[in-house]
């Protein structure tokens, strides 16, 4: 069964430090989305992805946040000086298109716990 | 987006049927409910989807009445790997975000 990858699985990094997180959506996926979740608290969206532009965010996501689809089959977000409050399981998403609304499911990857020191 | 209600917690034994009810009282006509599952430390995992009356699965069933201003995820026996959070969304159109509510965190007792 397709599913979607996320590495790496834990990221260690510096406060004011750029780190990158890279998700690779199943294959014949059109949409792509990051959500976050700090512990202990719910799942958060940050940003939605289609046809290589941003549709929609949130307001976590600001200019430290920016994602890439560099190829064909990865999608990134990078965020470019951490802050403490980064420290957070990440999840990407993504989803495909049947041609019928409210339809498509949204498939989770394992999520990229990030540690902002 | 709608909005939805579910209960904190929830406690079962192994074996029971649980049912998880969850409200969305402003669900939009193209809006579409689904129901995910998460553990510790895991990505969401999506269970069910349902548009009205009633869907199943080889893992649960959804029931949605005809006002579908609510929805019931049922879970047939369930074990203690049951465990976990389980939330309702509604809406969940492409290029549209997932809202995750607090989620209904079951915990399946031997």
């Known amino acids: 069964e397709p599913e979607v990858t996320q590495t790496p699985s834990h990221q260690v990094t510096q406060m004011g430090q750029e780190v990158i997180l890279r998700c690779v959506p199943i294959?014949?996926?059109?949409?792509f989305y990051w959500y976050r979740q700090i512990l202990g608290q719910k799942v958060e969206f940050l940003v939605s992805?289609?046809?290589?532009?941003?549709?929609?965010k949130s307001e976590i996501f600001d200019d430290q946040f920016s994602v890439e689809r560099p190829d064909g089959s990865n999608f990134t977000l990078k965020i470019r000086s951490t802050k403490l409050e980064d420290s957070a399981m990440y999840f990407c998403?993504?989803?495909?298109?049947?041609?019928?609304?409210?339809?498509?499911?949204?498939?989770f990857g394992p999520g990229t716990r990030l540690t902002v020191l | 987006l709608a909005k939805t209600t579910q209960p904190i917690s929830m406690d079962s034994y192994e074996g029971q049927e649980v049912n998880i009810t969850c409200s969305h009282n402003?669900?939009?006509?193209?809006?579409?409910i689904t129901w995910y599952q998460q553990f510790p430390s895991q990505g969401p995992r999506f269970i069910i989807q349902g548009y009205k009356t009633k869907v199943t699965n080889e893992v649960a069933s959804l029931f949605i009445p005809a006002d579908r201003k609510s929805s019931t995820l049922s879970l047939p026996r369930v074990s203690l790997s049951d465990t976990a959070v389980y939330y309702c969304l509604v809406g969940g159109t492409n290029a549209g975000k997932s809202t995750f509510g607090d989620g209904t965190t079951l915990t399946v007792k031997p």
């Open positions: 998403a993504s989803s495909g298109d049947s041609g019928l609304p409210s339809t498509d499911t949204q498939y």
């Open positions: 294959s014949n996926h059109l949409y």
């Open positions: 992805f289609y046809n290589n532009e941003i549709s929609e």
């Open positions: 402003n669900i939009a006509t193209n809006d579409y």
